[in-house]
């Protein structure tokens, strides 16, 4: 799934084809596309005609703010990815939303799996969406440390599963939060309360650093390709991961073996040795 750096991506590669343009058609192809729509013919009534005043971003989310205080927010789920073209250009498969500006640029949402979605919310309706339990964006806003360990007191989950929890902090996924946890030296398996004031200024000290690292590669793209830049290249952070995707790989700082667990149900690498 794409994650904080590879939204941040999407987001700053879509900017200059949206900002202060007018919206003058959106086609919503795949109805599970709209699913979080109460009504999907809202959306294209909310959005044509008007133009966009900002294209922001809270964690995964992109955020994009539309005259007459409307809100377009868009998941990319689990394969979906952005890009921009003319209209008129031949178009990927999977195309599952077509966003057309009045300068016949067009943004859309290519998504195999459609987990992705839209949905264009007034200030009630975004209020008292999932979007307003979003916790502190990982990048943007990130707690001090003070605050991050009274947030993480008593709680008995594994340190990894709670920085995956969007309403602890918003933005992580699965990837940055291997590399977090190894750059910190914290095991991924220990319970969140029983880190000491050391430990939790050390995994906040590398989250700047790790998804900054993220956004200067373009993201990360697997294996599998589900995510690429708005302009079809890869993200090139895979080569420089330390510990996630690498199972029986040595460590690039003490040359252990790189192991593979299951934690949380998802699939998480750590190194024995620095990680104890």
Known sequence: MPELPEVETTRRGIEPALLGARIMDVSVRRARMSRRQPNPADIPGRL??????????????????????????????????????????????????????????????????????????????????????????????????????????????????????????AGLGNIYADEVLHRARVDPLRQAGSLVAQEVSAIRKHIRPVLADGLAYGGTSLGDLAYLLPDGRAGEYFVRLRVYGREGESCRRCRSTIIKRVVGGRSTFSCPSCQR
């Open 48 to 169: 044509i005609g008007r133009k966009v005043r900002e294209v922001g971003r809270v964690g995964k989310f992109l955020i994009v703010d539309i005259e007459d205080d409307f809100s377009l927010v868009m998941h990319l789920g689990m394969s979906g990815r952005l890009c921009v073209a003319d209209r008129g250009d031949p178009e990927d498969a999977h195309t599952n939303i077509v966003i057309t500006t009045e300068t016949s640029r067009e943004i859309r949402m290519v998504d195999p799996r459609t987990f992705g979605f839209i949905v264009v919310f007034t200030p009630e309706e975004l209020a008292g969406s999932s979007i307003a339990t979003l916790g502190p964006d990982a990048l943007d806003a990130l707690p001090r440390s003070p605050r991050f360990m009274r947030r993480m007191a008593g709680r008995s989950v594994a340190i990894k599963t709670l920085l995956l929890d969007q309403r602890f902090l």
